[in-house]
């Protein structure tokens, strides 16, 4: 057999150009050893040859080697040198050495004299499967490469593509020197060359040489796999790599994006002219001609290739997008044509005439924007739009027919010379909605249809709940609309002033009402899907940077084409009152227009209602995922978001004095929560997306019912946008008093408090709301907001925090009764004295201990004022007193 360290076959042939032949005769012997069921016949012919393993040094004292051996119930013997085995060439049996170390001088010996070698992951591998141990002619130490076919381009050094063939067969790979489509994994060096190109045309992976090193570093791991994607995508070569782009003809903010985006894509960009350069990208609606002669290694391509690049993640052939100079054919048989023309050549002036009507033609058609709606005396032909008459004059008159209304007319009669305003508006309310129509059509084939195509080069440029997100229900809408079309066109066909505009749109109603709901509802979340994705997402910026500047698009971004189907039923509701002025009241059609508008304004209402809904639903899962600790009963479906207010406690009955409290008002509760002073870590889901921490601590939940009087606190120098609630929990006898300050400018306080007030009447069933509203002074309630924003005051509420802090520290509250007196009768029993006299002197001991720490004066509370020093006194007192 061949040195596998040199690869080289016993008839000089290098296996390092190919090793197919071997590759696939390996295959054919593995699948033989791997399936034995189907070489049954063969079995019966030759003589039964017992496998033996033979576990050198390390290998030997590998405790799971040794299970996973007896779990596939094949024997071993364990040796330190290979001269111990001096049968091992014996034909009654085939022998596998298990070698730890595929470095060593005896894994060398083993490979000069012809001997089946495997590392110690292929039989715990083979064990974890099930499988029996796999036939290789070369040394395999795992399978971390198993069934990937590797072809390598743009390697000089034959030394480090030796290395790399080795690892490669080592870890169970095949290698091929020519290109396929059998391929797997391209390892580039180099971006150029056939191959690279074939394996992006392909969308084979393309990895750097560093892939298969960290896959050996790995090799150890039974159940990784070096083709896994998350740890491929590490090593993929970059679009850009090997690249040194310049930018020409592009705004500032525009070339500042593309710079960017070259250095994350691995590439670096020039000044323009700079000879380093290897590409120009060009803006070739601005720039008409370089203005410099480019050198000939130097690729001069459009944008289009710099955002498809990134898009497939692959540097894209330079041939399909170089920059020419932009002269259009039908500009260049104008000019022949002009220069060939003479006053006495009347027939060269009537062809120049025809093609330059031509030529404007080609240049002038988009169906972006919509037409505009044409005036009655231009209105003698619908031209382009609707092919009645069907005549070459109508053609040559109108220009070409859209490919949507290309085929044949139903009814060839001649217009009339003149028709009425109905007919016109009827006419506009059909071009308008062929337009909308080639809208959506583009949405869908142009973004959406490419997105979920499988096997995209460089894998899925979006998730599939993602794409969803952005699109929702286009495609039903785009059904319900194609149908309306139809069946508008067969009405403007076959005209007659009794037709009836109205049972069109009353006919796909219900439609209407079943596929724009959930389109228009979650627009929002549409647009901000896009703007995330487009950010964190390079291919997909790419991907519309491509789509958008394709003529469809008419220049309008993926967002604006989106916003049409918000903006549809309005539109066809305004065509449909002037189609109603138009029309006679002895016309049948005047009161189905009627029950038609209606229709549209019931499927109008029924978008916003569902729209606040969705847009209450969003605000109350704000609320839930901002409030740490939330109830959970918070949510309901009778129940709605009406007011967020920021204050400042003034009181220390819900929580500390000057905390930041946030009340959420609802219609029938009020949510108290205060500012977190130690955030938590962000929420992920399981899509990935990323949640804020909760900033609030749920304090308390109040029905608006428990809410006796609302108190506004008149102003005074000592107190500003204050206000009181005089509540009477259930579970109390007396009344408390929560005051609060406002912190914010809106809503002014007068008008919280009266949308208060207005939704406890509400909830208790009481008509005069205002009654609820009664004026107090400050000095009355003791309530001041003059120390809030003080130095002193801010260093009172800390020391006051600080001591609550060691209160709690030395409490036994956080220990239950029970459980603290039956350790300590456990303690006394086993001490041999009385459970009383233990514990009183424990709890002696713990007062003496707790009442000298708490009289230890704080260096830090030496400088303050004398009444910070009876504040820490009279709350040591009490911290003694507790204890």
């Known amino acids: 057999m061949a040195d596998n360290s040199m690869l080289v076959s016993e008839t000089g042939r290098s296996l390092l150009a190919d090793s197919s032949v071997l590759d696939s005769k390996i295959i054919e012997t593995s699948k033989e050893n791997v ?167 392909l969308g084979t992976p393309i990895v750097k040489a560093e892939w298969i090193y960290k896959a050996w570093e790995k090799r150890n791991e039974i159940d990784f796999c070096a083709a896994d994607d998350d740890f491929r995508n590490q090593f993929k070569v970059p679009p850009f790599q090997d690249c040194m782009l310049s930018f020409l003809g592009f705004s500032d903010d525009e070339k500042a994006n593309m710079e960017e985006m070259t250095e994350m894509q691995g590439g670096h960009y020039l000044p323009v002219g700079d000879e380093r350069c290897t590409h120009l990208v060009v803006e070739e609606s601005t720039v008409k001609d370089l203005p410099f002669e480019p050198l000939k290694k130097l690729y001069v391509v459009k944008q289009e290739w710099f955002w498809g690049s990134i898009q497939m993640d692959a540097r894209a052939g330079e041939s399909m997008y170089l920059f020419e100079k932009s002269e259009s054919p039908g500009l260049k048989k104008s000019v022949s044509l002009l220069s060939l023309s003479t006053p006495n050549s009347n027939r060269k002036r009537r062809r120049l005439k025809e093609t330059l009507a031509q030529l404007t033609r080609e240049t002038d058609m988009s169906p972006f924007p919509p037409r505009k709606r044409p005036s009655a005396e231009h209105s003698l032909s619908i031209g382009s739009l609707l092919d009645i008459s069907n005549t070459p004059e109508s053609s040559t008159t109108n220009g070409e027919t859209p490919k949507s209304c290309a085929r044949p007319s139903k009814n060839s009669t001649p217009l009339p010379v003149k028709q009425s305003a109905r007919w016109q508006v009827a006419k506009e309310l059909y071009q308008t909605e062929s337009n909308y129509v080639d809208i959506l059509t583009t949405i869908i084939q142009l973004f959406q249809v490419p997105l979920e195509k499988e096997g995209q080069l460089g894998g899925p440029i979006l998730a599939q709940e993602e794409i969803k997100t952005i699109f929702g229900s286009i495609p039903d809408i785009l059904d319900v609309h194609t149908k309306i079309k139809e069946d508008l066109e067969d009405l403007m066909m076959n005209w007659t002033e009794s037709k009836s505009i109205g049972d069109i749109i009353l006919k796909y109603s219900k439609d209407l009402l079943k596929t724009y709901p959930p389109f228009v509802n979650f627009f929002e979340m ?358």
């Open 526 to 883: 549409s647009k901000e899907t896009i703007t995330r994705c487009e950010k964190q997402k390079p291919r997909f910026h790419a991907f519309l940077k491509i789509n958008q500047a394709k003529p469809e698009c008419g220049r309008q971004s993926l967002a604006e084409l989106l916003i049409r189907p918000v903006q549809r039923l309005p539109s066809v509701a305004l065509l449909l009152n002037d189609i109603k002025k138009h029309t006679a009241e002895e016309n049948p059609d005047k009161i189905t227009l009627e029950r038609a508008i209606e229709s549209l304004k019931e499927v109008m209402t029924h978008i916003n209602e569902d729209k606040r809904k969705t847009e209450a639903q969003r605000q109350f899962f704000d609320v839930v995922y901002e409030v740490d600790g939330c109830p959970a009963n918070l949510l309901s479906s009778h129940r709605s978001l009406v007011q967020r207010l920021e204050t400042v406690a003034l009181g220390d009955d819900l929580c500390d004095r000057g905390e930041q409290v946030t009340l959420f008002l609802f219609n029938d509760c009020l949510e108290i929560a205060r500012k977190r002073h130690k955030v938590i870590g962000a929420f992920k889901s399981p899509h990935g997306h990323t949640r804020p921490p909760a900033s609030l601590k749920h304090v308390v939940l109040m029905p608006l019912s428990q809410i006796k009087k609302v108190l506004d606190i008149r102003e005074t120098e000592d107190c500003r946008k204050a206000f009181a609630l005089v509540v009477r929990p259930p579970t109390e006898l007396n009344n408390k008093l929560l005051s609060f300050q406002m912190t914010t400018e809106e809503p002014p306080k007068e008008d919280w408090l009266k949308m208060l007030c207005r939704h406890v009447a509400n909830t208790i069933c009481k008509a005069d709301a205002e009654n609820l509203i009664y004026t107090a002074d400050p000095d009355s309630v003791e309530v001041n907001t003059k120390d809030m924003d003080s130095t002193l005051g801010r260093a009172s509420r800390a020391i006051k925090k600080t001591s609550k802090k060691v209160t709690r520290a030395f409490s036994f509250s956080k220990t239950p009764k029970r459980a603290l007196r039956r350790a300590l009768m456990s303690h006394s029993a086993t001490e041999g004295r009385s459970p009383s006299s233990a514990n009183e002197s424990y709890i002696g001991s713990r007062l003496t201990s707790t009442s000298s720490l708490a009289g230890i004066p704080s260096p830090s509370l030496v400088s303050l004022p004398s009444i910070f020093e009876k504040r820490s006194h009279t709350l040591s007192r009490s911290t003694t007193h507790l204890i």
């Open 35 to 201: 399936l034995p069921g189907s070489v049954l016949d063969v079995e019966e012919e030759m003589p039964q040859i017992e496998t033996r393993v033979v576990l050198v040094q390390e290998a030997g004292k590998h405790e799971e080697l040794l299970k996973a051996l007896e779990e596939i119930k094949v024997p071993y013997i364990k040796t330190e040198t290979i001269e111990e085995l001096g049968d091992s060439d014996s034909p009654e049996f085939e022998t596998i050495f298990v070698v730890s170390d595929f470095q060593d001088s005896i894994f060398n010996n083993l490979c000069k004299a012809d001997c089946r070698v495997i590392g110690p992951p292929v039989v715990l591998h083979c064990a974890q499967k099930g499988e029996p141990l796999p036939f290789s002619c070369r040394p395999l130490y795992c399978a971390s490469m198993l069934n990937l076919v590797l072809c390598f381009t743009g390697f000089r050094k034959k030394d480090e593509l030796v290395k790399l063939v080795t690892l490669v067969h080592h870890m169970g790979g095949i290698i091929r020197r020519d290109f396929s489509s059998k391929v797997t994994h391209l390892v580039a060096n180099s971006t150029h060359g056939d191959k690279f190109r074939i394996a992006v045309s």
